[in-house]
């Protein structure tokens, strides 16, 4: 499909009425919107393919879904560092953030690097990119040891004051995926939650009971034994 095809198609498939309902699920966006669900925007991602050129012009547009189909079809080995301050500091809403740390920042060789990087910065969505890339690796990358994951845990406690929803929220995304990898890692998250409730912080508070609730629950507990147990 070529660009001026793609934009039509997105056209094509505008639904008001959900464009109406991502207010509610705090979907804010300065650009158009069309309300095109995620699986509809993949079926499209894969009809089209990878193309990375395509991917720059897509995002360029003033499209929210194009951006986030943009995110869907570059490929990750062409992302430059420009190209990956552009458009993180392009974000204004959880989606768009979100979407392109699962579809494409989390693929890239400086994933880890921009974990740190971006956790640092004080704009609430790029400091929400560096926890949600946390969260997604921790689910992804399957194979990585889990010294990967416990470098993380300092910057978690260190943030975890940050009281913006949406940075919060990501904040206490990473510490819980992290947690549920596996027996040594979900111990060492218990350990950094329960050390975060001494924090003079409701943010912090709430990361930390919510995670507790989480990590220590039966549900997780079990398929962590069942997981550690398929791998003896």
């Known amino acids: 499909m070529e660009y001026k095809d793609i934009l039509e198609k997105l056209a094509s498939l505008s639904n008001p009425g959900a464009v109406a309902g991502m207010e509610?699920?705090?979907?804010?966006?300065?650009?158009?919107?069309?309300?095109?669900?995620i699986p509809n925007l993949r079926k499209m991602a894969r009809k089209i393919?990878?193309?990375?050129?395509?991917?720059?012009?897509?995002w360029a547009s003033d499209i929210h879904e194009?951006?986030?189909?943009?995110?869907?079809?570059?490929?990750?080995?062409?992302?430059?560092?420009?190209?990956?301050?552009?458009?993180?500091?392009?974000?204004?809403?959880?989606?768009?953030?979100?979407?392109c740390c699962m579809n494409l920042f989390e693929d890239i060789d400086t994933a880890?690097?921009?974990?740190?990087?971006?956790?640092?910065?004080s704009e609430e969505f790029v400091k929400r990119a560096g926890f949600v890339l946390m969260a997604r690796l921790a689910v992804s990358d399957k194979k990585a040891e889990d010294c990967k994951?416990?470098?993380?845990?300092?910057?978690?406690?260190?943030?975890?004051d940050d009281n913006r929803n949406y940075v919060k929220k990501a904040v206490n995304w990473a510490l819980r995926q992290i947690g549920k990898r596996?027996?040594?890692?979900?111990?060492?998250?218990?350990?950094?939650?329960?050390?975060?409730?001494?924090?003079?912080?409701?943010?912090?508070?709430?990361?930390?009971?919510?995670?507790?609730?989480e990590l220590n629950s039966q549900v997780v507990q079990e398929r962590i034994s069942k997981r550690d147990k398929n791998k003896s």
């Open 24 to 37: 509610r699920y705090g979907i804010s966006t300065k650009y158009k919107a069309y309300g095109i669900s």
């Open 49 to 58: 393919g990878k193309d990375h050129s395509l991917a720059l012009k897509l």
């Open 66 to 99: 194009a951006k986030i189909l943009a995110s869907m079809i570059d490929e990750p080995k062409e992302v430059s560092e420009s190209q990956l301050e552009k458009w993180v500091t392009g974000f204004d809403n959880w989606e768009i953030c979100d979407q």
């Open 112 to 121: 880890y690097q921009k974990c740190f990087e971006w956790s640092e910065r």
């Open 149 to 160: 994951f416990q470098q993380f845990f300092p910057v978690i406690k260190r943030e975890s």
């Open 182 to 213: 596996n027996r040594n890692l979900n111990k060492q998250a218990i350990k950094v939650a329960e050390e975060m409730l001494e924090i003079e912080s409701q943010s912090a508070y709430w990361i930390a009971s919510n995670t507790l609730k």
